[in-house]
């Protein structure tokens, strides 16, 4: 790939070289992008097909959506939509050949995107097969939605020579093809003679004629030949890119980019909040909206008084993220950490850091609160309460605090079962679900992601549908009855 980064280049392709360059919606991929771009370009084009790809897996692996089904479709568009990605959503929604400028802009950044992520997802199997997983599912998506013309124009540009067979030797088999395909109205349908290999999904499924060595594939299931030469485009373009990686990561600006790309978080930052949350209502909030990781925060810091310097900076820019003000923060640990110390040690060892937190001190940037990733794959030591309880507890501490939040068997198992397998947000998810007694099986990628979801739903703003009353939610209710004045020491076992 030969993707030159200029830093203050602010050339972008003209229009005309860029119809020339995207004649289709459509790509294969098979040339690299060879104009410069900004660095910043480079960053944002990558997340966007990093948050592209993760709206596949999400509502494949956790929404358990079947694939290529209508809802799954409908549920990948309306994310595209709501995450800005809408250049996206169009190119997955009508796939074609039109020539506005929004079109051509939009399989630029496609193509580019692309190219980037070749360059992340390049360097071990394990990445190179989920990149290789999701790339098809986006290509067979595109193709499933376009119009015959486009499908027609799509081969004409990529030199696809497929011919359908004659209705002469169509009527000679009839019987064999009627028999042999899953579709109805077989008569009306066009048939394609491919070589047998080429279609082996087909061929294992039994969905499919085949005489002489060739296989007679009807136009609709024509994606079948198209994905497997894309699959093995795509699987031999990545290991010349990982051939190449030694080359192109000499340029340190690009090294940690790529590097970490694939660990990277894609959504809001949550560092500019408009809402405010008073310090008051956080014991009850912690029991109502927040993710294990801060509601375990929340509750060690009211037990012992004192968190550790991990645990002060995870929690206290969530705190922020969820529209605490400096003046509240600064109250809130002022208050706790003063039974255990006196006001002047508090100033000077503490204070500077929450101001620091809200960009008041040192360098002055306005810090955001931590994603999930950053916090899954933070350094915990022994005494630390930061990290995420998923992650860094003990599975037989994560149920007795489950237990102990009233978490009812069912839910407890698949929680637990799902962190033991290293599946972390979607245990997080399931505790949410839980929680909340929903079925929404939300990808959580952030904990302020989390509490939002959370008040959208006690607020009522998001209309969900509530499972019908549980054992589970008797025993919540009463909970959170009891939660308005918490006993502290009672929950101290679950902190050891
Ligand atoms: S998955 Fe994220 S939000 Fe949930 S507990 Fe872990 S770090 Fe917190």
Known sequence: MDLKIKRKSTRTAHSSNLLENYPHDLQMYKVPPIENIRLHEFETLALERLTL????????????????SNEWREFVLNELRSQGLKYYANLCDISGFGTSEADLQARRKDHIGHFILRLAYCRTEELRRWFVARELELFKLRFMTMKSEAVVEFFKINKLCYTNISEEEKNEIIGCLRESTMHQKVDSLKFYKVKFYEVLDLVKSRKVYIQGGY?????????SVLSAQYRIHLKQSLVVACHHLGEIEQDERLVGLLKGLHQSYSG???????????????????VKSFPLCMRQLHEQLRLSHHLKHGGRLQYGLFLKGIGVTLEDSLRFWRDEFTKIMDLDKFEKQYAYNIRYNYGKEGSKKNYSPFNCLKIINNNVGPGDCHGCPYRHCDPSNLKNRLKGYGIEHQALHDIVDMAKRGHFQIACSKYFDAAHNTELGLGINHPNQYFEESQKILKGENKVEIKKE???TTIKKEQSKQMEDIDFDEISEWNE
């Open 268 to 286: 809001d930052d949550y560092s500019d909040t408009k809402v405010v949350v008073p310090i008051e209502t956080l014991d009850s909030l912690s």
């Open 470 to 472: 549980t054992k589970q």
């Open 53 to 68: 790809l993760r709206c596949l897996a999400t509502a494949t692996t956790l929404k358990g959506l079947r694939i290529y």
């Open 215 to 223: 296989a007679y594939i009807p136009d609709k299931d024509f994606i």
